[in-house]
């Protein structure tokens, strides 16, 4: 009996040691760079107990000073591959069906590499030169561009890299600008976007101000042509890129919103640009979102789940130097109502 008991505690003690080793202490040293290939990243456990260090002992809309030994923030992931089966889940949830990879003459969707890049900005945001809480980083504006069809990832071995370019104090807290891209199997530059969050500070009284500010200013002008399409789009309880964390847009573990002190679910702001660009393509056709193309987004109030929404979309012409050029604008608001979402264009680069 009491070498049973001995074989049971010992093979448990080897257990835990494997378990710490994989979990914590392999992800602590894979850390310790700034490169890693994608079938060596830090565990979701590992990550999950970063953010949870970081979001008890920093409050959010503080600009942390910069550590003495500074290093630049930035996380670069060589030999990615994309995987069908993430890319038709990708698919199937932003707007596009699960068939859509397979139709003929269309590119991967805009804002798949975005989706690719969770791990990476998880590293980011959790990193120790990160000077901002993670919690509570919401979405505020957005660029995306791609120099050639995201397509081009297809071929082989690709790289992925997450990088904090600026730091901004604003009137409503603290504003950062994080820079993710894509690069092709051949070295080129494929994909790139640009996006700003925002740290809140919660004892800003004029944040609310703020608020009222951008939710009139996300109205559709007077300039809107007739021919405006119009699209009502249900939003469902789960869009399955649905995201837990406080910052909302990357995952690492499904745990209820309640936790980190919210009531109700939002939609993420990456699933409702997708939706939005694959509503344009659908009615516009294909041409309007190949590269290159620039297309730069203002994420208004969020996005309750479930309900319904009405995205609009329409041409400008535009006049630069001697060149007439054909801008796609488009408006995600509220059905039944003029809150918006999301206000953005497309344009050729």
Known sequence: MGNTQSYIVASLSVCSV?????????????L?????????????????????????TRRTGYLYPAAKTQREVVYTVLNCRLET????????????????????????????PEFLCHRPMLMLLTDYNFRLSPAGLIRVSQSLKTYHPV??????????????????????????????????????????????????????KASRCLAKK???????DASVPENVKQV?????????????WCFSDYPLLCLPTWLFGYRLQTAP??????VCL???????????????INITAQFKKPLLVPGKVTIKFWEMITNEGQSTARDVNFHMQQHGSSTSHVVGVISKS
């Open 18 to 30: 494997c378990l710490v080793y994989v979990y914590i202490y392999s992800s602590h040293q894979l």
């Open 32 to 56: 310790k760079t700034n490169v890693v290939t994608s079938d060596r990243l830090p565990s979701s456990g590992y990550l999950f107990i970063k953010y949870l260090t970081k979001a008890l």
């Open 85 to 112: 089966p993430v890319l038709r889940r990708f698919c199937s949830a932003a707007g596009y069906g699960w068939d859509y990879p397979d139709s003929e003459y269309r590119d991967i969707p805009l804002c798949f």
């Open 151 to 204: 397509d081009e990832l297809k071929r082989g071995a690709f790289m992925l890299q997450v990088r904090v370019l600026v730091y901004r104090q604003v009137h409503a807290g603290v504003e950062v600008d994080i820079c993710l891209s894509a690069t092709s199997p051949s070295g080129s530059p494929v994909w790139e976007s640009i996006l700003t969050l925002l740290s809140k500070n919660k004892v800003h």
């Open 214 to 220: 951008e939710t009139e200013t996300g109205q559709i």
């Open 232 to 244: 009502d789009f249900k939003v469902p309880w789960s869009t399955s890129l649905q995201c837990v």
């Open 269 to 274: 702001s990456v699933w409702m640009l997708s």
């Open 278 to 292: 694959a509503e344009i393509e659908k009615h516009r056709g294909v041409g309007v979102i190949t590269a290159p």
